[in-house]
C-alpha cells in the first residue's frame, strides 16, 4: 500500500501560483508512475500532469502545458506541481495519484489516491 498526502492548496487571484506538493510513504517505490488530477464542481476528474520513474520523462494535459510543471524529489518521496499563471478555470480539487507500469490518462488506471487539496482562483 501506498498513502499518499497533498498539500499547498489556497485561494490565489488570477495570474498568481501555487505549489502544491505529495509526500508519499508505506511502500513507496521509485518504479511507480506519479501523477496529478483535478476535479472541478460537476466534472468528471480529469488528468493534469505525469512524471515517470526517473523524473526526465513528464506529461501534461494540453490546458496546463506550459504554466504547470510537475517534479519529483526521490529522496524525499515527494512530488510537487507547480502552477503558475493560474486561471478562475483552473480551480478544482487536486489529487495526487501512483500507479505501476506506464502512464495514462484515465482515473481508473491509477492505482492509489490522495484525500485531495482545493485550489480556488478568483477573478
Known amino acids: 500500500q501506498v498513502q499518499l498526502v497533498e498539500s499547498g492548496g489556497g485561494l490565489v487571484q488570477a495570474g498568481d501560483s501555487l505549489r502544491l506538493s505529495c509526500a508519499a510513504s508505506?511502500?513507496?517505490?521509485?518504479?511507480?508512475?506519479m501523477g496529478w488530477f483535478r476535479q472541478a464542481p460537476g466534472k468528471e476528474r480529469e488528468f493534469t500532469a505525469a512524471v515517470g520513474w526517473s523524473g526526465s520523462s513528464t506529461y501534461y494535459a494540453d490546458s496546463v502545458k506550459g504554466r504547470f510543471t510537475i517534479s519529483r524529489d526521490g529522496a524525499k518521496n515527494t512530488v510537487y506541481l507547480q502552477m503558475n499563471s493560474l486561471k478562475p478555470e483552473d480551480t478544482a480539487v487536486y489529487y495526487c495519484?501512483?500507479?505501476?507500469?506506464?502512464?495514462?490518462?484515465?482515473?481508473?488506471?491509477?492505482?492509489?489516491w490522495g484525500q485531495g487539496t482545493q485550489v480556488t482562483v478568483s477573478s
Open positions: 495519484a501512483a500507479k505501476t507500469g506506464y502512464r495514462s490518462i484515465l482515473p481508473l488506471s491509477w492505482d492509489y
Open positions: 508505506g511502500r513507496t517505490s521509485s518504479n511507480y508512475f
